[in-house]
C-alpha cells in the first residue's frame, strides 16, 4: 500500500527552527508538496520538489531525496504565526495526490 | 468571489436526508477536486473533475456524487447521508490538470450527520 508517515505533533519556540520531517511509500513518484492548515482553515500551498535537494523560499526551506523516499520542511525564525498543521503530500505515478494525516506545530513563546 | 467559494460554512443533517455542498471557483482553473478531511487522517479525494463535462472517481466515491456543467460549478452531492459521512469537506481547483499543479482550497464544509 501507499503511506506518507509524519510525526503527529512537534513543539518548538519563538523565534528557533524546527525541522518537520516525512517519508513516503508509494507507487512511482512525481513529486512532492508541502501545505500548511491553520486551525479551523483550509491548506495553502507552501512548496512543491520534484528533484532531490533543498529549495528555499524565505523562511521556509524544503528538502527531498527520492532515493531515501524522504522530505523534510524546514522553518527558521519561528512566529507565532506559524503554529498550524504542515501536510505532507506526494503525486504517485497515476498522478494522484497521496496526502500525509499533518504535522501540528505549536510554537511557545 | 474571489478564488474558490463553498456553501455551506457549516451543516446539521439527518442521517437518510439527501445534501448537496456548492462549490464555485472565479480563476477559470481547468481541475477541481473534492476532499473529506477527518482527525488523524490525510484528505482523502472523492470524486474530481479534469474539465468541464467530466469527472472520476477519487480514493473514497461511495455515497457521494459530483457534475461538472461548467468550468465555475462543482457541487457534491450526499444522496442519502450516514454518520460516516460526518467530516470536513474541502472544494479545491488547480490550473492544470494531472496533478502537478498548485491546489486552492476553499474554506470547508463543516458537515454533521445525525
Known amino acids: 500500500g501507499q503511506n506518507i508517515d509524519q510525526p503527529t505533533e512537534m513543539t518548538a519556540t519563538e523565534g528557533a527552527i524546527v525541522q518537520i520531517n516525512c517519508t513516503y511509500q508509494?507507487?512511482?513518484?512525481?513529486?512532492l508538496f508541502w501545505y500548511q492548515q491553520h486551525a479551523g482553515e483550509a491548506p495553502t500551498f507552501l512548496s512543491y520538489?520534484?528533484l532531490d535537494g533543498l529549495e528555499e523560499k524565505g523562511r521556509f526551506s524544503s528538502f527531498l531525496s527520492r532515493s531515501k523516499g524522504y522530505s523534510y520542511l524546514l522553518l527558521k525564525e519561528l512566529q507565532m504565526k506559524d503554529s498550524a498543521s504542515y501536510l505532507c503530500a506526494v503525486l504517485d505515478s497515476n498522478y494522484q495526490l497521496i496526502w500525509g494525516a499533518g504535522t501540528k506545530l505549536i510554537i511557545k513563546p | 468571489i474571489a478564488g474558490i467559494t463553498q456553501a455551506p460554512t457549516s451543516q446539521i443533517l439527518a442521517a437518510g436526508r439527501r445534501m448537496t455542498l456548492r462549490c464555485t471557483q472565479d480563476?477559470?482553473?481547468?481541475?477541481m477536486y473534492w476532499y473529506r478531511q477527518d482527525l488523524g487522517l490525510g484528505l482523502r479525494l472523492i470524486h474530481y473533475?479534469?474539465?468541464?463535462?467530466?469527472?472520476g472517481k477519487g480514493e473514497v466515491p461511495d455515497g457521494y456524487s459530483v457534475s461538472r456543467a461548467n468550468t465555475d460549478d462543482f457541487p457534491l452531492t450526499l444522496a442519502s447521508a450516514v454518520p460516516s459521512q460526518t467530516s470536513v469537506y474541502f472544494c479545491a481547483s488547480s490550473q492544470g490538470t494531472g496533478g502537478t499543479g498548485e491546489l486552492f482550497f476553499g474554506e470547508g464544509s463543516r458537515l454533521t450527520v445525525l
Open positions: 480563476m477559470r482553473h481547468n481541475a
Open positions: 473533475s479534469n474539465t468541464a463535462g467530466t469527472t
Open positions: 508509494t507507487s512511482g513518484f512525481n513529486g
Open positions: 520538489n520534484v
